[in-house]
């Protein structure tokens, strides 16, 4: 069976979040003082487990562990070995800021996942410092290179590139991962955060090519560049490795869109920007039974808008910000 929306689009990609607390304060994605969830209301491991093995009949073949940052919540490599185990399910990754990762790598490779993202905007101490509202620039450098060590392959590197903010970290950043064998993902500033967002402030996908071509290396599209995935791959052509660029802002990517994403406070949701969400909390809470799951799973597909308004006048932000959704 596939989940298919109105669009013809066929869903396998879950991103489950599994805390909204974090311990950083980045200013595009969360406020400074912020009131998070009492830990009964996020989903148990056992709840998203069965939340996944409900969903994997329906063509669910790929998670990813989100946050907040994922890190946070005890024992994470019992929740990767758990998921890792239904049969159907191919492939987990996680999203983490690096911050506990260093501790954590080799025990979470170890129960199973295979694929990282480490979010890092800047390698400028004062500018880390600035924009995280927090300390920590050297622990997440150590989160990646003991992931590099506990045999992740590639380690992924998220970069937020804002206009005035991070757009001098691009060169930095690309430099350090080429240095380092790491794979480069930049990102495009995205209205989902508790933060004003601007157009003016997107530092855009072709500017940041440009850059990249200017001062580190020229680039072609990578070989095995897959049209369903968020990123435009490149390789650089000195073969200095490969950098993505996530251009949510100026090129969408909606119409190839694979993705739901579970809340922790177990709140289903068919978009990132989505202004509604299916609750399946009380069905997991409550004892249903998989089809009521599936039900509902297959009801919030088959609502998903054709993808986010950011480009018209109709763009409403959701209520719900990034560290409560999960990248
Ligand atoms: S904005 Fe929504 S529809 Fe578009 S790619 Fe992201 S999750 Fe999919």
């Not at 996942?113 to 880390?128: E, G, H, T, V, W």
């Not at 300390?135 to 970069?159: C, M, S, T, Y």
């Not at 005035?164 to 240095?179: C, I, S």
């Not at 993808?307 to 560290?323: C, D, S, Y």
Request: proline share 5%; aromatic share 6%; glycine share 8%.
């Amino acid at each position: 069976m596939a989940l298919i929306d109105t669009f013809g689009r066929a869903h396998n990609n879950l991103r489950i979040s599994v805390t909204d607390r974090c311990n950083l304060r980045c200013t595009y994605c969360m406020p400074e003082e912020v009131t998070f969830m009492d830990r009964h209301e996020l989903l148990s491991f056992e709840e998203i487990a069965h939340f996944v093995r409900a969903a994997v009949p329906l063509g669910i073949d790929k998670v990813r562990l989100t946050g907040g940052e994922p890190l946070m919540r005890r024992d994470m490599p019992r929740l990767v070995n758990l998921i890792s185990k239904i049969d159907g399910i191919r492939d987990v990754g996680l999203t983490t800021n690096g911050i506990l990762l260093a501790d954590q790598a080799q025990a979470l490779y170890d129960a199973g996942l295979r694929r990282i993202n480490i979010s890092l905007d800047a390698l400028d101490p004062a500018r880390f410092r600035e924009l995280t509202r927090r300390d920590g620039l050297e622990k997440v450098i150590d989160g990646i290179f003991a992931a590099k060590r506990a045999g992740f392959q590639p380690v992924k590197i998220n970069a937020v590139s804002i206009r005035g903010v991070t757009e001098h970290e691009v060169v930095p950043l690309a430099k350090f991962a080429r240095e380092h064998g790491l794979e480069m993902r930049f990102i495009e500033y995205m209205p989902i955060g508790a933060d004003h967002w601007e157009r003016g402030k997107v530092y855009f996908a072709h500017e940041i090519m440009d850059t990249l071509e200017r001062e580190v290396a020229p680039l072609v599209p990578a070989a095995d560049y897959d049209p369903r995935a968020p990123a435009m791959d490149f390789v650089y052509t000195d073969g200095g490795g490969r950098v993505g660029i996530i251009a949510s802002v100026s090129r969408p990517f909606c119409m190839s869109c694979n993705r739901i994403r579970l809340t922790s406070d177990g709140k289903l949701r068919n978009c990132l920007f989505a202004l509604d969400e299916i609750d399946v909390k009380g069905l997991l809470r409550s004892g249903a039974p998989d089809g009521q799951i599936q039900e509902a799973i297959q009801r919030s597909v088959h609502s998903k808008w054709e993808g986010h308004e950011i480009n018209t006048a109709r763009f409403v932000k959701p209520q719900r910000t990034m560290h409560a959704i999960g990248g």
